[in-house]
């Protein structure tokens, strides 16, 4: 069927440099891509999202960049600290697909000091 | 801080047996959705509850059921437990049922099925 996937299982930055995280999907129906970060022990927490009339969108230090074109999606972290250590995961909503999230499996950043 | 709160954070069950687990949603959220999480992977949605109605469901056996109460809050079932049902169950709660995604997670239920 068709998935959320994720390139890369272990990301390693050093602190203050910058981070992306890229996301590959393959349904081109999903209207609506979301980025979590799940720290150890916790639930996922909201960082980003983005709707597919767009290509770019920013929050405070992370940017979500969305290429319709060849279905792929990324997280930019600006100047990475320790605290963004976590597991990010991209996901997706279907068009009409309520609140449902597909999930990838997920990309493990560690931020060296 | 989400709001959003599970019950009981840890338990272990064995095979066969049943489980209830718990989750008040945030304040002024209507809809509950519940996600289950295998190590290593990423949630896979079981569920959605919207006004006290299954409003979707996952590729989950009838075993998975669930409520949700008029306050808002909610219950997942698991009947039969099998050893695959050990993962770490999470609720999220939104404002409405249709394609916002920002959903707000709980810390979520570690269920361990011996």
């Known amino acids: 069927g068709e998935s959320v996937g994720l390139h890369l299982p272990t990301l390693s930055v050093q602190e203050g440099d910058n981070s992306i995280i890229n996301c590959a999907y393959s349904?081109?129906?999903?209207?609506?891509f979301i980025w979590y970060k799940q720290e150890s022990g916790k639930g996922p927490q909201f960082i980003i999202d983005?709707?597919?009339?767009?290509d770019k969108r920013q929050g405070q230090r992370v940017t979500v960049l969305l290429n319709k074109t060849v279905k792929h999606l990324s997280l930019q972290i600006a100047a990475t600290q320790p605290g963004d250590s976590a597991v990010y995961f991209c996901?997706?909503?279907?068009?009409?697909?309520?609140?449902?999230?597909?999930f990838g499996t997920g990309t493990q950043l560690k931020v060296e000091l | 801080e989400t709001g959003v709160t599970q019950s009981p954070t840890h338990l272990i069950k064995t095979r066969g047996q049943q489980v209830t687990l718990r989750c008040s949603s945030q304040s002024g959220h209507n809809t509950v959705s519940w996600y289950q999480q295998a190590l290593g992977q990423g949630p896979q949605f079981i569920f959605q509850y919207y006004r006290e109605e299954e409003n979707g469901r996952g590729n989950f056996p009838p075993r998975f059921s669930g409520l949700q109460f008029p306050n808002y809050s909610s219950e997942l079932n698991v009947n039969a437990l099998e050893l695959d049902d050990s993962a770490l169950y999470l609720c999220a709660s939104s404002k409405d049922r249709v394609g916002s995604g920002e959903l707000f997670f709980g810390e979520g239920s570690r269920l361990t099925v011996l």
């Open positions: 996901a997706e909503i279907l068009t009409g697909g309520g609140n449902k999230l597909t």
């Open positions: 983005i709707r597919s009339n767009m």
């Open positions: 349904n081109s129906a999903s209207d609506y």
